[in-house]
């Protein structure tokens, strides 16, 4: 499934540096640069709420974007990287790099995984090795994700990247890679070790059973003095 174009408006940023993009985080907007095609990185601004209301319903990684920059003319380009503050989901820069529909590019699509597999019903692990995968096609081109079905995976099974219907786009990665597997259940063994009271510290072999025995002769001992009492 290809996915639709969509838009995004943001507008030249004269303002650089640290301080000045604390500034406009301050004000609202989130700072951003576009690059591409050997042509000098431009700044800009665009508005966080607009910003947010559109990676909410994107796969920002594959969608192509129609960049709509104040004053210029509207192009095309893909997310390249989101920075976000460490502690929270704000978005404090995004790097856009600019494309051409005519022009194959390198870009990875995600993975996921449908169904339920009989191997997990039967008490196997569903592992995913490879959440993505690396493909060349032009931008309109460009799948949402790749959709494989594991319903039929058994404890012991895999899939590769060469079982995945990938149509006409030339995918890069190896296709013997594995995408995902179901192994058995890991079963460890708890060694059961005897807890020795504190009293008995230090003892081994006989001593340590004289001792016991000691012992409990001592408690049945006491347990018996306890019913004459009674």
Do not use: N, W
Request: aromatic letters at 2%.
């Amino acid at each position: 499934m290809t996915k639709e174009l969509v838009t995004l408006r943001a507008r030249p940023r004269t303002r650089t540096g640290k301080s000045a993009a604390r500034q406009l985080r301050r004000e609202g907007v989130v700072p951003a640069v576009v690059y591409g095609h050997g042509d000098e990185s431009k700044s800009l601004a665009i508005e966080t709420h607009e910003l947010e209301r559109l990676l909410s319903r994107i796969h920002a990684a594959t969608t192509v974007i129609e960049l709509d920059v104040e004053g210029g003319e509207a192009q095309q380009v893909l997310i390249r990287e989101i920075q976000r503050h460490p502690f929270r989901s704000d978005v404090l820069h995004v790097d856009f790099f600019h494309i051409r529909a005519d022009e194959v590019i390198r870009v990875s699509i995600p993975v996921h995984l449908d169904g339920h597999a009989k191997g997990v019903e039967a008490g196997g692990i569903l592992q995913q090795i490879r959440h993505e995968i690396e493909v060349e096609c032009l931008p309109g081109e460009i799948p949402e994700d790749f959709r494989v079905d594991v319903s039929a995976l058994d404890i012991g099974d895999s899939i590769h990247i060469a079982d995945i219907d990938t149509g006409s786009i030339t995918v890069l990665d190896d296709a013997d890679l594995t995408v995902c597997s179901i192994v058995p259940p890991t079963i460890i063994e708890v060694e059961e070790k005897e807890v020795v009271p504190e009293e008995f510290e230090g003892l081994e072999g006989e001593e340590l059973e004289a001792a016991k025995e000691a012992a409990r002769e001592a408690a049945e001992a006491e347990a018996e003095e306890g019913a004459e009492e009674e």
